[in-house]
């Protein structure tokens, strides 16, 4: 989507390592959600951020929304070949549209 | 258990005839969603529902067709008019329309031939 920019398209990374994918837009998130898919099935909710400034957490992925709630980054710390997948950022642009728009996404390979 | 639950995992067709894609919710969602994804792309909107007996045109609504007759379901028709029908196609449901997360059903790949 030319609305939520992904960055980088594909990661590969040596196990252990930490990672970081970027989501980007030009207009006002007002609701900002990271995924995770595997590929050929449904996406597994991970995270939404709706506050500048925000950060959550969960297990050894951390994900924050800057001040201005126009960019969002993931992190993930010590990855292990579990977290390999496709990460994805939906975001609600127009408040009370009712609908999300998706970045591309990341492909993310762990090496063992 | 609450979910979402498409049927079926894999659809082939001809090319020419309609096909209809199952989604069922039992989490009591008022939203529903229709995505397309492509190989190596993210989510493209279809259809989506925000309450029964309504829906509007998302991104991509030509050669689909969608009803919204019960608040479980939300199917979807990929009629012979979708030029490229092939792809692996994604039904969702949120709470509402708002900041709520969606919840994504396994997927059904459909392959026209």
């Known amino acids: 989507s030319q609305e939520l920019e992904q960055s980088p398209q594909s990661l590969i990374v040596q196990e252990g390592k930490n990672l970081t994918i970027n989501c980007t837009s030009s207009?006002?998130?007002?609701?900002l959600y990271w995924y995770k898919q595997k590929y050929g099935e449904g996406l597994i909710f991970l995270m939404m951020?709706?506050?500048?400034?925000e950060e959550k957490s969960h297990e050894k992925i951390t994900a924050k929304l800057d001040e201005k709630k126009q960019q969002s980054s993931l992190h993930i710390t010590a990855s292990q070949p579990s977290h390999a997948g496709i990460y994805l950022c939906?975001?609600?642009?127009?408040?009370?549209?009712?609908?999300?728009?998706f970045g591309d996404g990341t492909t993310l390979t762990v090496k063992p | 258990d609450g979910g979402i639950t498409q049927s079926p995992k894999y659809l082939f067709r001809k090319e020419g005839q309609n096909v209809t894609l199952s989604c069922e919710q039992n989490?009591?969602?008022?939203?529903m969603y229709w995505y397309r994804q492509d190989p190596g792309q993210g989510l493209r909107l279809i259809y989506y529902?925000?309450?029964?007996?309504?829906?509007q045109k998302g991104d991509i609504a030509e050669g689909y067709s969608v009803s919204r007759e019960k608040k479980e379901s939300f199917p979807l028709t990929v009629t012979s008019a979708q030029k490229n029908p092939t792809a692996f196609y994604l039904c969702?449901?949120?709470?509402?329309?708002?900041?709520?997360?969606?919840?994504f059903g396994p997927g059904t790949r459909l392959t026209v031939t």
């Open positions: 951020l709706q506050k500048g400034g």
């Open positions: 969702a449901s949120r709470a509402a329309a708002g900041s709520y997360e969606q919840y």
């Open positions: 989490l009591n969602h008022d939203a």
């Open positions: 939906g975001a609600d642009i127009y408040t009370n549209a009712g609908k999300s728009t």
């Open positions: 207009k006002t998130l007002y609701g």
């Open positions: 529902s925000q309450i029964v007996n309504d829906f």
